[in-house]
C-alpha cells in the first residue's frame, strides 16, 4: 500500500501581491522538487524556481535540491533585496549628521 501524502505549504510575497499554496507531496520529496511541482511559477512568470533563494520557517535553506521535507512544512521563496540595508542605514546615519551639522 502506498504511503498517504503529506501536506506543505509554499508562499511568495511579490511587491504587489502574495500567495499560500497548499501542496500534497509524497513523503521523501526535496524542497525543490516540491517547489516546482507547486505550480507557484504559473502565478509569477517572473521567478526562476530551480535557482531562486528558499528557505523554511524563515530559515533559508543551504540545499534544497537535497533537504527532504517534513509534514506541515512551509517553504518560504525569498526575493532579492532592492537596497542593501547596511548601506540605507550608513546613509541616513549621514544625513543625520548633516541635519545636526546645519542646526548646529
Do not use: N, W
Not at 526562476?48 to 521535507?69: E, K, N, W, Y
Not at 533585496?81 to 546615519?93: I, S, W
Amino acid at each position: 500500500m502506498a504511503e498517504p501524502l503529506m501536506r506543505i505549504e509554499v508562499v511568495y510575497a511579490a511587491i504587489d501581491r502574495q500567495l499560500l499554496l497548499e501542496v500534497q507531496v509524497a513523503h521523501g520529496t526535496t524542497l525543490r522538487a516540491a517547489l516546482l511541482a507547486s505550480g507557484l511559477g504559473e502565478h509569477f512568470c517572473e521567478l526562476d524556481l530551480a535557482t531562486c533563494p528558499v528557505g523554511i520557517f524563515g530559515r533559508q535553506a543551504s540545499a534544497p535540491g537535497r533537504h527532504v521535507l517534513q509534514e506541515g512544512d512551509r517553504i518560504e521563496v525569498y526575493r532579492p533585496l532592492l537596497a542593501d540595508p547596511k548601506e540605507v542605514r550608513r546613509l541616513r546615519a549621514a544625513k543625520a549628521a548633516q541635519a545636526r551639522k546645519a542646526e548646529g
